[in-house]
Nanobody
Framework: QVQLVESGGGLVQPGGSLRLSCAAS????????IAWFRQAPGKEREGLAC????????HVADSVKDRFSISRDNAKNTVDLQMNNLIPEDTAVYYC?????????????????WGEGTQVTVSS
């Protein structure tokens, strides 16, 4: 059974950093493009960043590219989202998702597998 599990969320003060991890259970991330999304209460889901299994290239949304980055940790079989200089508007549930596309990663395409999300709250 394919499962994605997010971790690393929590409460952080404005200006702080968090590193979220997306771990795979039941499969290896080698076979999937992985993306991170978030959804704040009352708002649409927003694509943040993705990682291509084809060539390890990444894409980060313009809205967060100055503060967020995505990377893969092969030793831990995770795809991590590093978030710096967090602001209250970053408060949301953060999800990782996977699709089987073999090529560049995209945020505006369907993703077959989703984790249950991890809450990030930015507040003083």
């Amino acid at each position: 059974q394919v499962q994605l599990v997010e971790s690393g969320g929590g409460l952080v003060q404005p200006g702080g950093s968090l590193r979220l991890s997306c771990a795979a259970s039941g499969f290896t991330l080698d076979y999937y493009n992985i993306a991170w999304f978030r959804q704040a209460p009352g708002k649409e889901r927003e694509g943040l960043a993705c990682f291509s299994r084809l060539d390890d290239r990444t894409h980060v949304a313009d809205s967060v590219k100055d503060r967020f980055s995505i990377s893969r940790d092969n030793a831990k079989n995770t795809v991590d989202l590093q978030m710096n200089n967090l602001i209250p508007e970053d408060t949301a549930v953060y999800y990782c998702a996977a699709n089987e596309h073999y090529g560049p990663c995209y945020l505006n395409v369907p993703h077959k597998y989703w984790g249950e999300g991890t809450q990030v709250t930015v507040s003083s």
